[in-house]
């Protein structure tokens, strides 16, 4: 699926952080998305098999031994899906590793809502 000329409407964010999820989900969807969240690269598949979204937003470094790189490579693989990813640790790192990605936007945290509002309202 090319999800390149459809507007942005259903996300999918991967967080393992349950207040950053949540408070990533309640303000994507106060801000007129359809969102679906996860904790974990199982939770991820199913919920994006539910949703068919046309957005991830991941974080690199998942609990649990789950890495988002990889999550988001599953994902582009199986949906098309962009990526913008977020992170506490270095950038140059989440660069190397996610080369051969389609990553619109890397963000970093402390995650301000609004900057990330405002990298998804870009996607056209």
């Keep these: ?6 507007k942005i409407k259903r996300v999918l964010i ?5 207040a950053a999820r949540e408070a990533t989900s309640m303000y994507l969807e106060y801000c007129g998305y359809k969102v679906a969240a996860a904790a974990d690269a199982r939770s991820a598949l199913a919920e994006a098999h539910l949703l068919k979204p046309n957005l991830l937003i991941c974080d690199w470094q998942l609990g649990g031994g789950d890495n988002g790189a ?3 490579r599953e994902l ?6 962009p990526v913008i990813f977020m992170t506490a640790h270095p950038l140059d790192e989440l660069y190397d590793e996610t080369a051969d990605l389609d990553v619109l936007y890397y963000l970093r945290k402390p ?3 609004g ?3 405002e990298a998804v309202a870009s996607i056209h």
């Design 111 to 113: 995650l301000s809502l």
């Design 76 to 81: 582009q693989k199986r949906y098309g899906l």
């Design 70 to 72: 990889d999550v988001a």
């Design 1 to 6: 699926m090319d999800n390149s000329e459809e």
């Design 14 to 18: 991967v967080e393992d952080d349950p």
């Design 115 to 117: 900057e990330l509002a």
